[in-house]
């Protein structure tokens, strides 16, 4: 650690035109690592930020109550209608119809009424709160998914925990180095005064290093130029997915294209995260189509163009997606909805007993509604973090991840 707050201190500013959220340590075992690193379980999170309305994503549609409460969004299932019927009682937004066929084959799971049991409407706290895994306690210095990573006694490797974000995601947040890039192809070098090539760029900055007389700085320097261009051998541009999969020309798409890649370069990557915005709708949240619709169907492409290109990976993949609460169940005078509290998660793998919507929903007369407003949050999110952690990543213990938890699993992993 002294190594890496040093390093900081003294040679960051070369790399901070780079995108890079890491340090000397990762680096050097980026150096060291250039094998070939065995197959390991592999957890994707995608965090929907802004809040996804649960309610419309995946709806009760036999609930009068909800019909009721929403005469201008919602939606209903079979003879034509939007929905798809996936249980007799629960309908898939179309915007979603990709996940269609991976729910029918039985690998995905949907999780309802799933939140946070902090009641803060506030996006930025609950995001904070879920990404800590601690929602009562605003100063945890550390994220979830860097704690599994540390409680894995991983040799630090430059892959190891990665997210695909402009800056390091709270759940990434703690001991266990973990690397942020906002888009791997722009993890280069760049000049000053028009492009100049990585290799001139990295030949320049070394040169200048050598310069120096401080051997940390002179060291750890040199490896930042290594793992660069390890990075550059992966060649991220020209990267071309299997199976016919097409990734949406979106940042979600861009970024679970990057993560295919990573996969299937067996880099030792063991967690993965990606951000999925936009989903805040006071506002013309629309039906079929509008804002809500173009994100699921973004979503919903870009994670099956993940799954499809993985090929015999998915024997060792888990994708989960996350937000940090739901939207009322009443929509608004705007054809909206506001900050509600459950929402509901997809999980998709090959050890997920899926083709089923796992919940304790009751139906949604207000007597049943949480402060008279909303879907109550009857699965708290640890219980569903903590069954991916303990059954596929093989880390069984909740009372370092997620402190003051004493809830058990649902059962959704085999």
């Given at each position: 650690?002294?190594?890496?707050r040093?390093?900081?201190?003294?040679?960051g500013?070369?790399?901070?035109?780079?995108?890079?959220?890491?340090?000397?340590?990762f680096?050097?075992?980026?150096?060291?690592?250039?094998?070939?690193?065995?197959?390991?379980?592999i957890?994707?999170?995608?965090?929907?930020?802004?809040?996804?309305?649960?309610?419309?994503?995946?709806?009760?549609?036999?609930?009068?109550h909800?019909?009721?409460?929403?005469?201008?969004?919602?939606?209903?299932?079979?003879?034509?209608?939007?929905?798809?019927?996936?249980?007799?009682?629960?309908?898939?937004?179309?915007?979603?119809?990709?996940?269609?066929?991976?729910?029918?084959?039985?690998?995905?799971?949907?999780?309802?009424?799933?939140?946070?049991?902090?009641?803060t409407?506030?996006?930025?706290?609950?995001?904070?709160?879920?990404?800590?895994?601690?929602?009562?306690?605003?100063?945890?210095?550390?994220?979830?998914?860097?704690?599994?990573?540390?409680?894995?006694?991983?040799?630090?490797?430059?892959f190891?925990?990665?997210s695909?974000?402009?800056?390091?995601?709270?759940?990434?947040?703690?001991?266990?180095?973990?690397?942020?890039?906002?888009?791997f192809?722009?993890f280069?070098?760049?000049?000053?005064?028009?492009?100049i090539?990585?290799?001139?760029?990295?030949?320049?900055?070394?040169?200048?290093?050598?310069?120096?007389?401080d051997?940390?700085q002179?060291?750890?320097?040199?490896?930042?130029?290594?793992?660069?261009?390890?990075?550059?051998?992966?060649?991220?541009?020209?990267?071309?997915p299997?199976?016919?999969?097409?990734?949406?020309?979106?940042?979600?798409?861009?970024s679970?294209?990057?993560?295919?890649?990573?996969?299937?370069?067996?880099?030792?990557?063991?967690?993965?995260?990606?951000?999925?915005?936009?989903?805040?709708?006071?506002?013309?949240?629309?039906?079929?189509?509008g804002?809500f619709?173009?994100?699921?169907?973004?979503?919903?492409?870009?994670?099956?163009?993940?799954?499809?290109?993985?090929?015999?990976?998915?024997?060792?993949v888990v994708?989960?997606?996350?937000?940090?609460?739901?939207?009322?169940?009443?929509?608004?005078?705007?054809?909206?909805?506001?900050?509600?509290r459950?929402?509901?998660?997809?999980?998709?793998?090959?050890?997920?007993?899926?083709?089923?919507?796992?919940?304790?929903?009751?139906?949604?007369?207000?007597?049943?509604?949480?402060?008279?407003?909303?879907?109550?949050?009857?699965?708290?999110?640890?219980?569903?973090?903590?069954?991916?952690?303990?059954?596929?990543?093989?880390?069984?213990?909740?009372?370092?991840?997620?402190?003051d938890?004493?809830g058990?699993n649902?059962?959704?992993?085999t």
């Amino acid at each position: 650690m002294e190594n890496r707050r040093l390093f900081l201190k003294k040679g960051g500013v070369a790399i901070l035109g780079l995108g890079i959220a890491g340090i000397p340590d990762f680096v050097r075992a980026a150096v060291l690592d250039q094998k070939r690193i065995s197959k390991n379980k592999i957890l994707i999170c995608i965090f929907q930020r802004g809040a996804m309305d649960g309610l419309m994503a995946v709806t009760p549609f036999n609930d009068i109550h909800l019909k009721n409460a929403r005469p201008g969004i919602f939606m209903e299932a079979g003879n034509g209608k939007p929905l798809i019927d996936l249980d007799n009682t629960f309908g898939l937004h179309p915007g979603f119809r990709d996940f269609e066929s991976v729910f029918r084959s039985k690998n995905l799971a949907v999780i309802h009424g799933m939140g946070s049991p902090n009641k803060t409407r506030s996006h930025f706290d609950a995001q904070d709160y879920m990404e800590n895994g601690t929602p009562f306690h605003k100063g945890t210095r550390d994220g979830w998914l860097n704690r599994l990573l540390n409680q894995k006694k991983l040799s630090h490797n430059t892959f190891s925990g990665v997210s695909l974000t402009s800056s390091l995601p709270k759940s990434f947040y703690g001991d266990f180095p973990c690397l942020a890039v906002r888009d791997f192809n722009d993890f280069k070098l760049k000049g000053g005064a028009g492009k100049i090539s990585l290799k001139q760029s990295a030949e320049s900055f070394e040169e200048l290093y050598d310069l120096t007389t401080d051997e940390l700085q002179k060291q750890t320097s040199k490896e930042s130029f290594e793992a660069i261009k390890m990075v550059e051998k992966l060649n991220f541009k020209n990267y071309s997915p299997s199976s016919g999969s097409k990734y949406p020309v979106s940042p979600l798409g861009t970024s679970l294209k990057q993560i295919a890649h990573l996969i299937k370069s067996d880099v030792g990557l063991e967690v993965a995260f990606a951000e999925s915005n936009g989903w805040d709708t006071h506002f013309n949240q629309g039906t079929d189509s509008g804002i809500f619709a173009r994100n699921a169907n973004d979503l919903s492409k870009s994670v099956m163009a993940l799954w499809n290109d993985l090929g015999t990976y998915q024997d060792d993949v888990v994708i989960m997606t996350m937000t940090e609460f739901g939207r009322t169940v009443k929509q608004n005078g705007t054809n909206g909805t506001d900050h509600g509290r459950a929402s509901c998660s997809f999980v998709i793998g090959k050890n997920i007993a899926g083709g089923k919507v796992y919940h304790k929903m009751s139906d949604l007369s207000a007597e049943n509604l949480e402060d008279g407003r909303d879907l109550p949050v009857t699965i708290d999110f640890r219980s569903v973090f903590n069954e991916v952690a303990e059954k596929h990543m093989k880390v069984s213990i909740p009372d370092i991840l997620f402190p003051d938890w004493h809830g058990g699993n649902l059962s959704f992993i085999t």
